[in-house]
């Protein structure tokens, strides 16, 4: 970013894949630089029949060269790939429709799988028979696509107290001691694994302890 006496000159917001991202930070950036009535309005025309000032066809070559430098920043918000799909696009309104007819249905179907991922995520339960392992294993899965979707705010903490939460009342011993004994905003995900799983290999092999001496008897 340029600086010009003392003011800093924003960068043009990218396209990342998240549209409604971009839609918003773009607009506003446009609107800085008094162009976003061209994307709303359009280039000013002349009605057939009527003979034009010299101040209105002024105000037209004026929004056509405004016009070029509001598309010069569409364009240089996007990749090649997106590029190539607009280029018949001849002004920054025809541009600005056709990238908001493209990615608003992409941008619902998006928020669907979030709000299906996140539901997801809040219905997990370590299930009877199922390894802590395994329930790891499920839990991330289904947090790094949701993460991989665009959601930002899904904490390593949040992830945890959901673990802690949905673990079987045979596992309540080692919780309470993990949630009395360590700050959860130290501990890691790899460390709570490690201790669940230990905890479980020790009521396995009590088990089958138990079972041992059964037979036995």
């Known amino acids: 970013m340029s600086t010009k006496r003392g003011f800093v000159q924003p960068s043009i917001p990218r396209l990342d894949g998240h549209y409604d991202h971009w839609c918003m930070l773009m607009e506003n950036f446009l609107h800085s630089k008094e162009y976003?009535?061209?994307i709303e309005d359009g280039i000013p025309t002349v009605i057939e029949g009527v003979q034009p000032t010299p101040a209105q066809l002024k105000a037209i070559e004026d929004a056509k060269l405004k016009d070029?430098?509001?598309k010069n920043y569409l364009f240089q918000s996007i990749d090649r790939s997106i590029l190539e799909t607009i280029l018949?696009?001849?002004s920054a309104k025809s541009i600005w429709d056709s990238l908001k007819t493209k990615y608003q249905g992409i941008t619902r179907v998006q928020r669907a799988q979030r709000q299906a991922l996140q539901k997801e995520f809040e219905m997990l339960n370590?299930?009877?028979g199922k390894s802590v392992t395994?329930?790891?294993a499920r839990t991330m899965t289904i947090v790094n696509k949701i993460r991989s979707n665009g959601v930002k705010n899904l904490t390593d903490l949040t992830i945890i107290e959901k673990i802690l939460r949905s673990m079987m009342?045979?596992?309540d011993y080692v919780v309470c001691s993990i949630e009395e004994s360590k700050d959860l905003d130290v501990i890691s995900i790899d460390e709570l694994q490690s201790s669940l799983v230990v905890h479980e290999q020790h009521m396995n092999?009590?088990?089958m302890e138990?079972?041992?001496l059964k037979v036995t008897t």
Do not use: M, V
């Open 36 to 38: 976003w009535s061209l």
């Open 68 to 70: 070029l430098n509001a």
């Open 88 to 90: 018949n696009k001849d």
């Open 126 to 128: 370590i299930k009877t």
């Open 134 to 136: 395994a329930y790891f």
């Open 169 to 171: 009342s045979k596992f």
């Open 205 to 207: 092999a009590h088990i």
């Open 210 to 212: 138990e079972h041992t």
